[in-house]
């Protein structure tokens, strides 16, 4: 029978310590749930962000847009019909801007017996109504209206409306002899513009 003495016995290492170590020595990687989870707070974040733009620009949501393109293309409907009057008729029509009370208003010029008077006697085709339109008020609500009678080629009694000659040609009203470049009627709804364009010699009207 062989005798094994204490020095040559080796005790068993317990796993969780061998684990321990070995960890230590080569941590593991970030598990998948753990990036996610960083993930997921990120996207808090860039909503929370995204809300916080979208309440200090009200003025860019869909609604609005659709109200100032409305508002713009009624405008230059106005502009185009004043212009189709004057060469189909033969008479000066053109458009007033009242920017204080926010106001469109289509005219056409007397003949006699008082010649350059203008006249809000034009009717829409469609309502037959005096051709009118209130910016501001539904359903414009909320448009707000400027005016930039463009350069005078010569002096202009009566700078705040633009008339079209038999031609299509922007004319001052007092006098007629006065052209106009590049008239254009701006229409703003908070952040949101667009510019109303009428060319000086044909009388082409653009939304910009």
């Given at each position: 029978m062989?005798c094994?003495?204490?020095?040559?016995?080796?005790?068993?290492e317990?796993?969780?310590?061998?684990a321990s170590?070995?960890a230590?020595r080569y941590p593991?990687?970030?598990?998948a749930?753990q990036?996610g989870?960083?993930?997921v707070e990120?996207?808090i974040?860039?909503?929370?962000?995204?809300?916080a733009?979208?309440v200090?620009?009200?003025?860019?949501?869909?609604?609005?847009?659709q109200?100032l393109?409305?508002?713009a293309?009624?405008?230059?409907?106005?502009?185009?019909?004043?212009r189709?009057?004057?060469r189909?008729?033969?008479?000066m029509h053109?458009v007033?801007?009242?920017?204080p009370n926010?106001?469109?208003?289509?005219?056409?010029l007397?003949e006699?017996p008082?010649?350059?008077v203008?006249?809000f006697?034009v009717r829409?085709?469609?309502?037959?109504?005096?051709?009118t339109l209130q910016i501001?008020?539904?359903?414009y609500s909320?448009?707000?209206l400027?005016?930039?009678?463009?350069?005078m080629v010569?002096?202009?009694n009566?700078p705040g409306?633009?008339a079209?000659?038999?031609?299509?040609?922007?004319?001052?009203?007092?006098?007629?002899?006065?052209r106009?470049?590049n008239?254009?009627?701006?229409?703003?709804f908070?952040q949101?513009s667009?510019r109303v364009?009428i060319?000086?010699?044909?009388?082409?009207?653009?939304v910009?």
């Amino acid at each position: 029978m062989s005798c094994v003495s204490a020095r040559d016995v080796t005790l068993a290492e317990p796993q969780s310590s061998v684990a321990s170590r070995r960890a230590m020595r080569y941590p593991q990687p970030e598990t998948a749930s753990q990036r996610g989870h960083t993930l997921v707070e990120m996207m808090i974040v860039v909503a929370i962000i995204g809300l916080a733009l979208a309440v200090a620009m009200p003025s860019a949501t869909p609604a609005h847009q659709q109200k100032l393109n409305l508002a713009a293309s009624a405008v230059a409907d106005a502009f185009r019909f004043a212009r189709e009057e004057a060469r189909r008729t033969g008479i000066m029509h053109g458009v007033a801007t009242d920017v204080p009370n926010e106001l469109i208003r289509v005219f056409r010029l007397d003949e006699a017996p008082n010649p350059n008077v203008k006249l809000f006697d034009v009717r829409h085709p469609i309502s037959t109504q005096f051709y009118t339109l209130q910016i501001g008020q539904s359903p414009y609500s909320g448009v707000m209206l400027s005016a930039d009678n463009g350069q005078m080629v010569g002096t202009c009694n009566d700078p705040g409306n633009i008339a079209f000659d038999s031609a299509g040609v922007v004319r001052c009203v007092e006098p007629t002899a006065t052209r106009i470049d590049n008239p254009s009627i701006d229409l703003a709804f908070g952040q949101l513009s667009l510019r109303v364009a009428i060319d000086s010699f044909t009388g082409r009207v653009l939304v910009q």
